[in-house]
């Protein structure tokens, strides 16, 4: 089974829409991290989120830490074609600074 | 540019052969990850440096190793080649206390045929 779950795996919707995307776990992580990857180049960091509940707004891209600690959300607005990628969620364990990764969701916003 | 470096970009070789992958990390940062990303397997870890001394492991097999000098460059090493190490492979840094995110290399397309 997997660690961290991301859904959906594929999302294809219309420039101007909205969107969420989840990442799901049954463990509890010191922080949470989005990436957003395009292909052929490395995973680019969005946001980091540490506090359980916390909400973090980068432009268009609302990301919330669930209060537990176990989930995360990433919520788009106006979804534009550069939004098109992989987004990834990552997460450390307590006193573990490597990364592991979800599944990913491949979104593509179509003008 | 995320300013992590990571050559060659691209890498086509024999099974049962030797490459070095190598990483120099963002200016200041003395951690250096190693990711190995596939179809099927996602993104993986693989190894991490701390200011040349390993701090910690994942899924690396034992026909892999890596090193990071002192001048904080890495290099990772892939011996005795399979078909399935065919992947792309990444590099990360991250700056101390390393919980912030970390930065990754444009990676290196790995293709052992």
């Known amino acids: 089974t997997q660690l961290l779950e991301q859904s959906p795996q594929f999302l294809s919707i219309q420039e101007g829409e909205n969107l969420t995307v989840y990442c799901n776990s049954s463990?509890?992580?010191?922080?949470l991290q989005w990436y957003r990857q395009e292909p052929g180049e490395g995973p680019v960091l969005l946001v980091t989120?540490?506090?359980?509940?916390e909400v973090k707004k980068l432009k268009r891209l609302t990301f919330q830490f669930g209060d537990a600690r176990k989930d995360s959300s990433l919520h788009i607005t106006a979804a534009q074609p550069g939004d098109t990628g992989l987004y990834l969620c990552?997460?450390?364990?307590?006193?573990?600074?490597?990364?592991?990764f979800g599944t990913g969701t491949r979104l593509t916003i179509i003008p | 540019d995320s300013g992590v470096t990571q050559t060659p970009k691209h890498l086509i070789t024999a099974t049962g052969q030797r490459v070095t992958l190598r990483c120099s990390p963002r200016s200041g940062d003395l951690s250096v990850y190693w990711y190995q990303q596939s179809l099927d397997q996602g993104l993986q870890f693989l190894i991490q440096?701390?200011?040349?001394?390993?701090?910690a492991k994942g899924n690396i097999l034992e026909r892999f190793s890596a090193q990071q000098f002192p001048d904080l460059h890495s290099e990772l090493n892939l011996s005795s080649l399979e078909l399935g190490d065919s992947a792309l492979y990444f590099c990360?840094?991250?700056?101390?206390?390393?919980?912030?995110?970390?930065?990754f290399g444009p990676g290196t397309r790995l293709t052992v045929l």
């Open positions: 990552a997460v450390q364990g307590f006193g573990n600074e490597k990364l592991t």
């Open positions: 440096y701390y200011n040349g001394e390993e701090r």
């Open positions: 990360a840094s991250s700056p101390p206390p390393d919980s912030k995110g970390q930065y």
């Open positions: 989120v540490v506090t359980g509940g």
């Open positions: 463990s509890v992580f010191s922080s």
